[in-house]
């Protein structure tokens, strides 16, 4: 089983967006997903309770330390949304489990700032300072035309240790998606092509990463 554990220090920074939309990329590949879901709003698990019929369903788990021992035995994925503001202690118990952490971050001041005290607490924990548990940072909401996401992905890579695993640009599909209980992934149309193109490096860091 793959784990991917999703955590920032900021709300609002997308974890949940970069759940759902993973969620609906393996789901659609026919691996059998599941989602915990230890954040209060419950974003994910109600997205995954929206799930249609005619796309492959996410089993969502809320809760935290306990939810990890009641997935089934044959999840192939495994995603962990957790709640804003976690601190090391928050991460505990879901740290040996996890094969790789995203952090999502703006592309704004404050984000960058309190990311960038996040990523040196993360740098600490010992897993993670011996190169046991991958991370990378996944550049969210960009306006990849502008000046201001250039220069944020630019300060963002020469400020930490970790890659910059993905750069996704701002679009209102994700929000109407996840309304439905879908991804982008969940079509195939011609003009969801390009954000699913967005998504292709950060597939390939977690397949090597892992």
Not at 42 to 64: D, I, N
Request: glycine share 8%.
């Amino acid at each position: 089983m793959l784990t991917v554990l999703v955590a920032s220090s900021k709300g609002g920074c997308g974890k949940s967006t970069v759940v759902t939309q993973l969620a609906s990329h393996w789901s659609q590949a026919g691996k059998r997903t599941a989602i915990i879901d230890a954040d209060r709003q419950h974003s994910s698990f109600r997205w995954a309770a929206r799930r249609p019929e005619g796309v492959p369903g996410v089993l969502a788990l809320e809760g935290g330390r306990k939810a990890l021992g009641k997935l089934p035995e044959d999840t192939e994925r495994a995603l962990i949304d957790t709640p804003a503001g976690v601190t090391e202690r928050d991460l505990e118990p879901y740290l040996e489990a996890a094969d790789v952490l995203l952090v999502p971050v703006l592309p704004s001041s404050f984000d960058m700032d309190a990311t960038l005290a996040f990523i040196e607490e993360l740098g600490q924990i010992p897993r993670i300072k011996r190169g046991k548990l991958p991370v990378a940072l996944v550049a969210n909401r960009l306006k990849p035309w502008t000046h201001a996401s250039q220069d944020a992905v630019a300060q963002l890579g020469e400020a930490t240790p970790f890659p910059i695993a993905a750069q996704l640009r701002d679009s209102q599909a994700y929000v109407l998606l996840a309304a439905l209980g879908k991804g982008i992934f969940d079509y195939q149309s011609e003009n969801v092509r390009s954000h699913q193109d967005d998504w292709k490096a950060l597939l390939r860091w977690i397949k090597r990463a892992h």
